[in-house]
Nanobody, 125 residues
């Protein structure tokens, strides 16, 4: 069963850092790559990063490369998104999502099957 639990979003000042967490079920961990995307009011969904839970291979959108880091912890089935040097334009709802199955061989292609409830990140002074 696909399950997510996102956390970590809050109000942070510009230039600050934040770490988002996405805890997934064992089934989800074993079956899917996991991605983070965000959506701000009135804007289109933006894919940020994706990771293979199997080997840790990570992918980033150009807009966050160098500022955001995705990682994983197999023991807790958790995917993290470390966000540094935050800007006001990073304000959005952040979601973790499944991003393709290992069985298909096609994953981390900015397409999502399932996603969680999201967590709000607000960057403001």
């Amino acid at each position: 069963q696909v399950q997510f639990a996102e956390s970590g979003g809050r109000l942070v000042q510009p230039g600050g850092s934040l770490r988002l967490l996405c805890e997934v079920s064992e089934f989800t961990w074993a079956t899917y790559a996991i991605a983070w995307f965000r959506q701000a009011p009135g804007k289109e969904r933006e894919g940020l990063s994706c990771i293979s839970t199997r080997d840790g291979a990570a992918y980033y959108a150009d807009s966050v490369k160098g500022r955001f880091t995705i990682s994983r912890d197999g023991a807790s089935h958790t995917v993290f998104l470390q966000m540094n040097s935050l800007k006001s334009e990073d304000t959005a709802f952040y979601y973790c999502a499944t991003a393709g199955t290992y069985d298909s061989g096609v994953y981390c292609r900015d397409e999502y099957e399932y996603w969680g409830q999201g967590t709000q990140v607000t960057v403001s002074s």
